[in-house]
């Protein structure tokens, strides 16, 4: 025990010492406080767990409730909740909250050092501009001239604020007024992707791992390999010269009718379709193998009610694990798809806020992807409860 | 197994309904005319953009004193009926319309010009393109001084001030500072910026590098210099704000008359009225917002009178949509004054800025006209009746970092700029006929004759300058890296250079690609020995190309520096102080014959008008000895001018092509027939 301190504690040091030493000792201090605090919480004791779980949901919940709520009735509520949560809810969901809420703080923290040290500024243009420009600019657009400032000023808002600060590139708009209706686009398209990946996925790859190594398997499989090998703007721009320039039938790019739905779904579906159906074909095999399969068989089940009503659950467990961060993926969209098609969605604001080093639109898609990821891996947890029995004990 | 299914379709309802929701598009009628406008716009406040793909929202929406005539993009008139301009040229006074109208219909006066032009040059608000105005008396005082000041003398939050880094300079070196370490504390401390303009000679002597060594009292006589200037520099401003935009500079003599005083006469002034920056903007509404932003404790920052909701506008446009990634559509304006001109009903702009997308787009129908298709596929596209190009107004180059060797010596930039083959690049790379470059001026720029080519395509002569300067063979330069951003065609030319230079001299160079923001930041701090660079001309004059080359001038970046190339540049800025200098600078000069007639001509010259005339030719001629002299000392090799190139459906009409790659919204219109 005593050794096992030692060693994760000279490793800290020498951590501390790396960061002290390339991103200054506040930055180095302020990281090693929250990474101390998430880490405490796994010696607090129940009670302690349900009071500091429920402060923090209450902060989290007034920094969103005030932007809908108002000031005053977003507090009440957000005290309300807390108290009831404090009150019903499970230890284990207080610790859930307590590793989400300090988190997105370090990761709000981390993401602005990473950004201050990358060089460039959201302000930098090709023509240079007078330094009193791009001071005149900075202070009107709340960007601090270090990363440490940022992050205070940048938290400031969004707890008293409840705002994401502002956007340089896209002027006259907050983060939140940009990416709220980026979101649902990404979502509802990425819904649709998810639907049908997880149809063609799971009926390739069960079909494959029904009769392993046959005909049926080594096809199911070569479609999977290539929609895993070929990247998107590949699958993309050859649907686009089936469907749009040889057969006229969709749009190319642009948003607005159903039809510009169909080739983008389809491009962002099938690579997760061949990882599905992989991971489907393993799942299939593994349980055709098992003990109550056999015994459903010698029950005198037939081969179709052996497979949806005993094996399918099984099966797809992989698949449920996969969905998590898939669908946290897939609902916060595809730079490439978006840019292809020409879909208003969140995913070209993870890659056009970087490059422009539009700070507060980084630090949005950062927090929303968080918060996704977050949120699909609870439910995957309560899915897998749900599909398994032996999971709901240890849960 | 059925229950399963139906739990699927009525996933897949739910999201087909959800996306559904999110399209606001769908009950839109078509727009006459859509365009790929290639970026999403930063904002279509006038005075905060910057862009060329801003310009063209904004110049539909808006409309200044002039505007651009769409066939010759000459300046006429818009806002302002007609114009008086004084006998030295130095006074406008414009008439403005009685039917000019907000489309709130609000009226526009000429106090709405005043405020416009005085909000431009507001120092808290940052206008990056204050300076296209700056031509006007107070302009410049009024945006830049206090800061100058601040600079020079203080208060500053932290860090020295210029006098006390220069005190510090002193202390440290009793005995003077050599011509290069006074060169990097003038970088540093960016003196340039803040005492450009100066007339106090024991500046200028220093921003000119005191050809040579500096001497403590020299130090400490530019010390007080430049307190004394920045003194004179806090009184302006001083007198700016009270002044200017109410009765110096700009100003309303009554509601439709607006006077215009301008430091010196301005050829290009008109020009000047009829872009975006020098729009008016609606002071009821900024204010009415800007009031309530500060009710509700709101940050600054989120200035949004320019969103559908709040924008009021004045042009032959109005703006009726803003999805941002999607479109902007602008609807016909039924307030404008001249409404009937206008053929264009709805138009559609759209933000792709994915090359492939946009000439999908275009290809299969849905665009009328793509500025951006990608240019690897030019060769197949340039055959096609509907692709137009025209030479154009920018010039691509590599940047030497002239602070190091070996580009510290002109020989050896000569020499590459000598062994690199334009033509070979033109054909192979870039394959639209670019004109190739020997000089930084492209051809068209008015009546500016550029100097005669003093080199041309020669490795023989290429591979001797490099062996006088040290290097034969390439020996003992080592290993160079040349930089360009990201990009497929910037990548391709790259290489090639690379390799031609590797050939011809003698020397490696390895083409090095570096993200867009760290490729601006590393040209910045002059890491790098040759980086990619092009420049687009602002207006028709050569200056456009010249004045940024100065001394530490912010958009140099090679760390060039040349006193006579400062001194023509700032002598073109204002042809009159020229004159009595006149005597000592011609004898340096290339055609000082030439130069010589010219300034008898000014001083000769019968009449106001005369002699307006006589110095514009007199300025271009000294620019063009500046140029010479850049020419021979080449901080940069320029490699070919553009050629603009669009595609535009053949039933757009009205549709010019100019060296400039303006093509306004307001003169198109749409042949149904052809159609």
Sequence with gaps: MRGAVIVVGSIGAVFFLAMGLTVGLWEALVLLIGVAFISSMLWYPPHVMRIVGAALLAVFLFAFLQTIAGTVPGAVIAIVLAVLAWRFLPVRVHRRVGFMVPSMVMLIFVTTILMYMAPGSPFAQEKQTTQQALEAQAKKFKVEKTALAFFGTYMKGLLADGTMGLSVKVQGRTVEQLLMPALPVSMSLGLLALVIACFLGLVLGIRAGLKPNSFADYSSMGVAMIGISLPNFVIGAILLVIFSYSFQLLPVAGWGTYGHLILPAITLALPYAAYIARLARNGTIEVMQQDFVRTARAKGLSEQTVIVKHALKGAILPVVSFLGPATAGIFTGSFVVEKLFAVPGMGQWFVTGALGRDYSVVLGTAIIYFTIITLFNLLVDFAYAWLDPRVREEL | ?675
């Design chain 2, 1 to 675: 197994m059925y229950r399963n299914l139906l739990g699927i379709g009525a996933v897949f309802a739910i999201a087909l309904i959800l996306v559904g929701i999110t399209f606001s598009a769908s009950q839109e009628e078509p727009a006459d005319f859509r365009f790929i406008n290639g970026s999403e716009p930063k904002s279509l406040d006038p005075h905060v953009v910057t862009g060329q793909l801003e310009g063209r929202i904004v110049d539909s929406l808006f409309e200044g004193l002039t505007f651009r005539d769409p066939k010759t993009l000459k300046p006429v008139p818009g806002c302002a009926e007609s114009w008086d301009i004084s006998a030295d040229g130095k006074t406008y006074t414009f008439h403005i319309r009685e039917e000019a109208r907000w489309t709130d219909g609000v009226p526009i006066t000429a106090h709405t010009f005043a405020w416009s032009w005085q909000r431009l040059q507001e120092p808290s608000k940052g206008h990056e393109y204050a300076y296209i105005l700056h031509v006007i008396k107070g302009a410049e005082a009024y945006n830049l001084y206090e800061g100058h000041v601040e600079r020079l003398v203080g208060p500053l939050e932290k860090g020295d001030t210029i006098v006390q880094a220069l005190a510090k300079l002193r202390r440290e070196n009793p005995g003077g500072v050599d011509r290069a370490t006074w060169s990097g504390f003038m970088r540093d401390q960016k003196i340039n910026d803040v005492v450009k303009g100066t007339r106090d000679p024991v500046i200028q002597r220093a921003l000119l590098g005191a050809d040579g060594r500096l001497d403590a009292g020299f130090l400490e006589q530019l010390g007080s210099s430049l307190e004394r200037e920045a003194e004179r520099r806090r009184a302006l401003h001083t007198q700016a704000q009270e002044h200017f935009g109410v009765d110096e500079g700009v100003y309303a003599k009554d509601d439709r008359t607006l006077v215009v005083e301008l430091n010196a006469a301005t050829p290009y002034f008109l020009e000047l009225t009829s872009f975006y920056s020098a729009h008016p903007v609606p002071r009821h509404l900024i204010e009415r917002l800007a009031a309530e932003r500060k009710a509700s404790g709101e940050n600054e920052g989120k200035e949004d009178w320019f969103l559908p909701d709040n924008i009021v506008t004045n042009g032959p446009f109005r703006l009726s949509a803003w999805r941002v990634n999607e479109k902007i559509r602008l609807e016909r304006s039924e307030t404008y004054w001249n409404k009937e001109s206008i053929r264009l009903r709805i138009i559609d702009a759209f933000p792709y800025d994915n090359t492939n997308t946009a000439l999908n787009v275009y290809l299969t129908g849905g665009a009328d006209w793509t500025p951006t298709y990608p240019t690897s596929i030019v060769g197949a596209l340039k055959k096609r009746p509907d692709f137009r190009k025209n030479p154009g107004m920018v010039v691509y180059y590599y940047r030497f970092n002239c602070t190091k060797p070996p580009f510290n010596d002109a020989r050896v930039r000569r020499a590459v700029a000598m062994a690199i083959d334009r033509q070979l690049i033109i054909d192979n790379i870039t394959k639209l006929g670019q004109p190739p470059a020997y000089r930084l001026t492209p051809p068209g720029l008015g009546d500016y004759e550029p100097p005669p080519a003093a080199w041309g395509y020669d490795p023989e002569g290429a591979r001797k300058l490099l062996a006088d300067a040290g290097f034969p063979g390439g020996k003992g330069i080592g290993s160079l890296t040349l930089l360009y951003n990201t990009n497929e065609s910037h990548k391709a030319i790259a290489e090639e250079v690379a390799s031609q230079l590797k050939k011809q001299l003698g020397f490696q160079v390895k083409a090095l690609n570096q993200e867009w923001q760290i490729y601006q930041a590393s040209t910045l701090a002059l890491e790098y020995d040759i980086a990619r660079a092009g420049w687009i001309g602002d207006y028709l004059d050569p200056n456009t190309f010249l004045d940024m080359w100065i001394t530490n001038g912010g958009n140099n970046q090679t760390g060039w520096s040349h006193a006579l190339y400062d001194r023509l540049i700032a002598y073109a800025a204002d042809v009159d102080t020229f004159l009595p200098d006149a005597e000592k600078v011609v004898p340096e000069l290339k055609e000082h014959d030439k130069a010589r007639a010219l300034v008898a001509a000014v001083s000769s010259a019968d009449g106001a008008a005369a002699r307006v005339d006589a110095a514009a030719r007199l300025r271009l001629h000294i620019l063009r000895e500046a140029e010479a002299i850049f020419c021979d000392e080449l901080p940069v090799v320029p490699l070919y001018f553009y050629v603009v190139s669009s595609m535009v459906q053949p039933y757009v009409k009205g549709f010019y092509q100019h060296p400039q790659d303006i093509h306004p919204l307001r003169g198109l219109w749409i042949d149904k027939e052809a159609r």
